[in-house]
Structures are given as C-alpha cells and as structure tokens.
Nanobody
Framework: HVQLVESGGGSVQTGGSLRLSCAAS????????LGWFRQAPGKEREGVAR??????????YHADPVKGRFTINRDIVESTLYLRMNRLRAEDSAMYYC????????????????WGQGTQVTVS
C-alpha cells in the first residue's frame, strides 16, 4: 500500500519559484504512474503533470497551462516525486496534490488511486 506525503508549498510573489516534494512509502506494487494535480477553491481538480515509472510511460507529461514553467521529475532512489515551478502566476494558486495510479495514459483524476493530503501554493 503506497502512502504519499507532499511538502514544499507556501506563499510566493508572482514570477517566483517553488519546488514541491512528494515522499512515497510502502510497497510500490501496482503503481505505474505518479502525478501532480491542483485544485483551486470552487474549481475542479486538474492535472498538472505526470510521469510513468517505466517504459514508454517514463516520459514526462505537462499540461498546457504549465508547460515550459513547471517540471516534474522523480528520484527513484529516494522514492520522491518533485514538481519544480518557475515563473509562478496568480492563477497557479491552489492546493497541490501528489497521486499514484496504475495507468499513465491520461490525467483523469479517476485513474489515480492513492492521494496525498495536499500542500497549499499561494501566488500574489
């Protein structure tokens, strides 16, 4: 059973940077994809980026709103997933969640089974 714990959120000025971390523990059986999602008040949860654990799915994907500004990467040795966020904008403010699932085909939240508790990012 995989457990995920996010950290690294905070308040930053427009144009600033943050790096989110997601520490994974427990058995990795059945986990083929790790992703970052975000949810702002009154809005649906949206996919930010994902990366597979092996094969073709190991190629990282970034959603259009963050492409070129955010970078997802994983440290297999440390069992940690990261999200580097540069040139932050006010519209990036949200609760950010790390998630794990068996499929890396889409960023549909329903495809991800395990979720962290979230870390808040506020850009002003």
């Amino acid at each position: 059973h995989v457990q995920l714990v996010e950290s690294g959120g905070g308040s930053v000025q427009t144009g600033g940077s943050l790096r989110l971390s997601c520490a994974a523990s427990g058995t990795g059986y059945g986990v083929y994809c790790l992703g970052w999602f975000r949810q702002a008040p009154g809005k649906e949860r949206e996919g930010v980026a994902r990366v597979g654990m092996n094969g073709a799915g190991a190629t990282a994907y970034h959603a259009d709103p963050v492409k070129g500004r955010f970078t997802i990467n994983r440290d297999i040795v440390e069992s940690t997933l990261y999200l580097r966020m540069n040139r932050l904008r006010a519209e990036d403010s949200a609760m950010y969640y790390c998630a794990a699932g068996a499929s890396c085909r889409t960023m549909d939240p329903r495809q991800f089974d395990v979720w962290g508790q979230g870390t808040q990012v506020t850009v002003s």
